[in-house]
Structure formats: structure tokens, C-alpha cells
């Protein structure tokens, strides 16, 4: 007997109360509980988190996915595979990021079965263009909308904020540890900073 508008946010609670769980298991792979808590601590109070989280929207269904998607290919499961087949679902902004991070992760660790999704990343792009015409993400402009002015907020959900650079020097410090080695990361890193512009 729930409204549309109560479902979405008891969905919203449960995918954003998940996705940090999932978080917490991640981190618990690579650095110690006090760490990982701290962290933990500090994306639920970031603006991006409460706000993927708190309205329910394309983000909350793949930000949950990809740390589900995260956690079964550090086990080495199958099931990943299958998992990554639903972000197709979510538009093509997010398959793009996806085929691009995937295929970076897959030769970095030289796991090249998770690529065995991007044929069907494909046809979803196809289809996506033949449907839609071509994405938002082709047609905007970026000067006349000031990307780089606003590329750093304070605490707005827009750019970089306050919490998402302390998550960044402390993840960054752990990975120059291994100086070069992380080269892939370094690589997504500036991807996604690109891709934030759009």
C-alpha cells in the first residue's frame, strides 16, 4: 500500500545503506578497520553520497552496482560478469564509463574475462543511439557553462567537494607507496575528472 514517493525513498535508504557496507568490505581488502571507518564516515557525509542516496535516481542503482560489481571481482566471481550486464540499463554515459574503467582494471591485472561484457556494452550503445540520438554528453558545452569555474565547491554536490578532496590525499597517499605500479589508477583518475566536466 505504499505511494510511488515512499517506495522510492525506503529504496533509496536500502541501495544507500548497502552501497556503504559494500564500501566498508572494499576498503577492509586494501587498509585496516580505523581507516576504513573513517572513510566510511566521511562519504556519508559528503554531499554526492546524500545526494545520490537521498533522491532516487539513475546514480543509486550504479553507484550500488559497481561497489557490488567491485566487491565479486576481488573474489575472483563469475558473477561480476553478470552484474555488469545491468548497467546497460542506466544509459549510456554510464556503459561508457564503465567499458573504459573495465578495460583499464582488466589490463592492469591481466583478467581479461570481465571484458567478455563489452560486446554487450556495444549493442546497448547501438541501441541507446538508434532510440535517443546522440547523448547529452556529445552536445554540451562546456565553456558556456562555466565547468571550470565551478569545478571545486565547498560543499555543493557539484565539482569536487571538501569531502571528496580529504578521501582523495588520503587515497592518493596510500597509492604513491607503490609509486608507478598504480599507473592504471592514475589513469582512471583523470578519466573520471575529465568525464566530471560533462
Known amino acids: 500500500n505504499l505511494s510511488i514517493q515512499n517506495s522510492a525513498g525506503i ?82 554515459i554510464h556503459i561508457i564509463v564503465a567499458s573504459l574503467l573495465l578495460i583499464i582494471y582488466s589490463l592492469w591485472r591481466k583478467e581479461n574475462k570481465w571484458l567478455l561484457v563489452l560486446p554487450f556494452f556495444f549493442i546497448s550503445i547501438i541501441i541507446y543511439l538508434f ?17 571550470f569555474i565551478n569545478l571545486i565547491s565547498d560543499f555543493g554536490s557539484f565539482g569536487l567537494s571538501l569531502f571528496t578532496l580529504i578521501l582523495s590525499f588520503f587515497g592518493l597517499l596510500l597509492l604513491w607507496e607503490k609509486k608507478y605500479k598504480n599507473t592504471p589508477i592514475y589513469l582512471s583518475i583523470i578519466f573520471l575528472l575529465i568525464m566530471m566536466n560533462f
Not at 532510440?131 to 565547468?147: D, M, R, T
Open 131 to 147: 532510440i535517443y540520438g546522440l547523448p547529452e554528453l556529445l552536445l554540451f558545452n562546456i565553456i558556456e557553462n562555466k565547468v
Open 11 to 92: 529504496l533509496s535508504i536500502i541501495l544507500g545503506t548497502a552501497s556503504i557496507i559494500l564500501f566498508y568490505l572494499i576498503l577492509r581488502k586494501f587498509v585496516n578497520s580505523i581507516i576504513s571507518l573513517l572513510s566510511v564516515l566521511i562519504l556519508v557525509f559528503s554531499p554526492s553520497y546524500i545526494y545520490s542516496f537521498v533522491t532516487l535516481s539513475d546514480f543509486s542503482f550504479v553507484a550500488f552496482f559497481t561497489l557490488l560489481i567491485m566487491v565479486f571481482m576481488l573474489k575472483d566471481n563469475n558473477i561480476a560478469i553478470l552484474l555488469l550486464s545491468f548497467i546497460s540499463l542506466f544509459g549510456i
